[in-house]
């Protein structure tokens, strides 16, 4: 099932750079499903089935945001740097895990108390810069002796809970959500075209494994599975943002204002027409806010036509992101079937 698939990849702790833990269960998910699987130098994990000369690249990031320890007051207080967009509202009073050299640690995120902040400070509110993190530790040497070094990294402890309507929550649906689908698609597809499935590392941080791989590969053309951000929640206008959860996957025409990925139109053509053919929901978006892995992988080898099928998530980059988990689904499903053509390009 998606929904348990899922569960254990957002439980799964994968920081920018140290992304094994979900690497791991991704390899073990579809090792009986490919002809050849391996990691390449940068660490992304490439498997393969083979078909014709046609070869395609789905790519989906394994890595979420998180902090990284830069280093340890003589009080055993830590202070660190975020890896990843973090808005800093959403860090503050939060649980996290230290991935120490003998093990996770606990630990919580601390600043100056509200109730002796000044008005100025409350209406500025908590910097990143002001924070430390508390392991319960009086000293240097007695943090350190739990295995906490200056590099360490730290994600935030949180766990997958269900919520109404088949929704559930969650930290790192972004991209998990994407490695879900992606997953599933490669245990049920069946392609005449040479697939080549890439979980790919640091996307949070530049977009670095997607575009290390696709220059490798050098694929015909390309899909990144993602999340994007609907518009049907308090807060945000739907008439900006018109994504709504539960209402199927959401393809790519335009993301960033065109300064990211401006789609390949025989891409976009392609899953739309799979889509209608197969009575599969979806969604178009053309977005002024982030990006993909696409956007590095269409700009090398001289242009690979791309395009991203993403997932709606509500509250990315907070430790309490919401999805419908049958927008998943839907999008396993327009990939499998997509993937028995190729796109005409």
């Given at each position: 099932?998606?929904?348990?698939?899922?569960?254990?990849?957002?439980?799964?702790?994968?920081?920018?750079?140290?992304?094994?833990?979900?690497?791991?269960?991704?390899?073990?998910?579809?090792?009986?499903?490919?002809?050849?699987?391996?990691?390449?130098?940068?660490?992304?994990?490439?498997?393969?089935?083979?078909?014709?000369?046609?070869?395609?690249?789905?790519?989906?990031?394994?890595?979420?945001?998180?902090?990284?320890?830069?280093?340890?007051?003589?009080?055993?207080?830590?202070?660190?740097?975020?890896?990843?967009?973090?808005?800093?509202?959403?860090?503050?009073?939060?649980?996290?895990?230290?991935?120490?050299?003998?093990?996770?640690?606990?630990?919580?995120?601390?600043?100056?108390?509200?109730?002796?902040?000044?008005?100025?400070?409350?209406?500025?509110?908590?910097?990143?810069?002001?924070?430390f993190i508390d392991v319960g530790a009086c000293s240097r040497d007695e943090a350190e002796s739990m295995g906490i070094e200056v590099g360490t990294p730290i994600t935030v402890d949180r766990e997958v809970a269900g919520l109404a309507n088949?929704?559930?929550?969650?930290?790192?649906?972004?991209?998990?959500?994407?490695?879900?689908?992606?997953?599933?698609?490669?245990?049920?597809?069946?392609?005449?075209?040479?697939?080549?499935?890439?979980?790919?590392?640091?996307?949070?941080?530049?977009?670095?494994?997607?575009?290390?791989?696709?220059?490798?590969?050098?694929?015909?053309?390309?899909?990144?599975?993602?999340?994007?951000?609907?518009?049907?929640?308090?807060?945000?206008?739907?008439?900006?943002?018109?994504?709504?959860?539960?209402?199927?996957?959401?393809?790519?025409?335009?993301?960033?204002?065109?300064?990211?990925?401006?789609?390949?139109?025989?891409?976009?053509?392609?899953?739309?027409?799979?889509?209608?053919?197969?009575?599969?929901?979806?969604?178009?978006?053309?977005?002024?806010?982030?990006?993909?892995?696409?956007?590095?992988?269409?700009?090398?080898?001289?242009?690979?036509?791309?395009?991203?099928?993403?997932?709606?998530?509500?509250?990315?980059?907070?430790?309490?992101?919401?999805?419908?988990?049958?927008?998943?689904?839907?999008?396993?499903?327009?990939?499998?079937?997509?993937?028995?053509?190729?796109?005409?390009?």
């Amino acid at each position: 099932m998606v929904k348990e698939l899922l569960t254990r990849l957002s439980n799964a702790h994968g920081l920018s750079g140290s992304e094994g833990s979900v690497i791991a269960i991704v390899r073990k998910e579809i090792r009986k499903h490919v002809d050849e699987i391996h990691e390449d130098r940068m660490g992304n994990l490439i498997a393969i089935k083979k078909g014709n000369n046609f070869k395609i690249m789905l790519a989906a990031h394994t890595d979420e945001i998180g902090l990284m320890v830069k280093s340890i007051e003589e009080k055993g207080f830590i202070r660190f740097v975020t890896l990843g967009g973090w808005y800093a509202p959403t860090l503050y009073s939060q649980r996290v895990i230290l991935h120490g050299t003998k093990g996770e640690v606990a630990g919580v995120l601390g600043g100056k108390p509200p109730h002796k902040m000044d008005e100025e400070e409350r209406k500025k509110g908590v910097k990143v810069d002001d924070m430390f993190i508390d392991v319960g530790a009086c000293s240097r040497d007695e943090a350190e002796s739990m295995g906490i070094e200056v590099g360490t990294p730290i994600t935030v402890d949180r766990e997958v809970a269900g919520l109404a309507n088949g929704r559930i929550t969650g930290k790192a649906f972004d991209n998990r959500a994407g490695v879900a689908l992606l997953v599933k698609t490669i245990q049920e597809v069946k392609s005449p075209s040479t697939l080549y499935a890439v979980f790919t590392v640091q996307e949070e941080v530049g977009l670095k494994g997607a575009k290390t791989s696709a220059y490798t590969l050098s694929p015909d053309c390309a899909i990144a599975t993602d999340v994007t951000i609907p518009g049907d929640h308090p807060g945000i206008d739907l008439n900006d943002v018109p994504v709504e959860m539960g209402k199927g996957p959401v393809i790519t025409i335009v993301d960033s204002s065109g300064r990211g990925l401006i789609a390949s139109r025989a891409m976009v053509k392609w899953l739309r027409d799979t889509a209608s053919r197969n009575d599969i929901p979806i969604q178009l978006e053309v977005g002024s806010g982030g990006t993909t892995d696409a956007t590095a992988i269409h700009l090398e080898r001289g242009g690979i036509p791309s395009t991203t099928l993403s997932i709606p998530a509500r509250y990315i980059h907070s430790p309490v992101e919401v999805l419908d988990v049958h927008d998943i689904e839907e999008g396993v499903r327009l990939l499998v079937e997509a993937l028995k053509t190729k796109p005409k390009l």
